[in-house]
């Protein structure tokens, strides 16, 4: 009996999903129940959507499968090991990754995976956040945001005092605490960013430029929320603060659309 390329396919997909299957649930239980992550389940269905609106391209492309594939399934396979034996789920998603860029190799070669480069690019934005990297960003971002915010008040002209990261407003006192250092906002920004510009823009480095703009876009506009929070008392907790969170990304959201507008005239000036 014959076996088809389909099925090699889906036999390689079953096997990844099988062997990975607690890596996978660990990601998924980390995009429901980490705020930080919310976006983490748009990730996959994002990344088959690209593949899928793409099937003419690398549809075309030669097959030729490589013995690398191989040698990067064994590299995967090792990491999978070690963060069975302590690795942690970090380490584990970056082996499910090296895993499918393997199997990748050994069904499709060299070509393919170019081809999908983006999406793999894009499977990034599902990693769990790495402990080490995030608890040395997340003091300083925290101040950070409590710095701009009091700068913001007092350029409006109210009157606050800030005592590390406490702002004191008329006797009103908000913390900037951990959920408020902004990188909720770098992560779900930087990925839509991203798949803003691959849709509306076929030029690659508009995909960097909106990445790189979300930096400064994020930080600011959490800063923003944290001054209306110490303004405003009503804005500290509960639903209002929920709301006023909401508010805030939707208007990051129209200064990204800004920032590519603003890159592609700028390009267009200096290459007309």
């Not at 889906?10 to 239980?29: F, K, P, W």
């Not at 393997?102 to 599902?126: N, Q, V």
Request: aromatic letters at 8%; hydrophobic letters at 55%.
């Amino acid at each position: 009996m014959r076996i088809t390329r389909p099925a090699v396919v889906a036999l390689t997909a079953v096997t990844l999903l099988l062997c990975y299957a607690g890596t996978i649930q660990g990601m998924a239980g980390q995009w429901v129940t980490d705020e930080d992550m919310g976006h983490g389940a748009l990730v996959p269905l994002v990344v088959l959507w690209i593949v899928w609106r793409e099937r003419a391209q690398w549809g075309a492309l030669p097959r030729r499968p490589t013995r690398w594939g191989f040698a990067i399934l064994g590299a995967g396979a090792a990491m999978q090991i070690l963060a069975l034996v302590g690795g942690g789920l970090f380490a584990g998603s970056v082996a499910l990754l090296v895993s499918v860029a393997g199997a990748t190799l050994c069904l499709g070669g060299w070509p393919l995976l170019r081809a999908w480069s983006f999406p793999f690019l894009l499977t990034l934005f599902m990693l769990p956040k790495l402990d080490i990297v995030y608890s040395q960003v997340t003091l300083p971002l925290q101040l950070l945001a409590s710095r701009l915010a009091a700068g913001l008040l007092s350029l409006g002209g109210v009157h606050v005092e800030l005592e590390g990261n406490i702002l004191n407003v008329g006797g009103h006192r908000v913390a900037v605490e951990e959920a408020c250092n902004g990188v909720r906002y770098l992560l779900s920004l930087g990925f839509i960013g991203v798949v803003f510009a691959y849709m509306v823009d076929p030029r690659p480095w508009m995909r960097v430029a909106l990445l790189v703009s979300v930096v400064p876009i994020a930080i600011i506009a959490n800063a923003c929320r944290v001054a209306a929070s110490a303004w405003i008392p009503r804005l500290d907790s509960g639903m209002p603060h929920m709301l006023s969170g909401v508010f805030v990304f939707l208007v990051s959201l129209l200064a990204l659309g800004m920032a590519r507008e603003v890159f592609g005239r700028v390009y267009g000036r200096c290459h007309g």
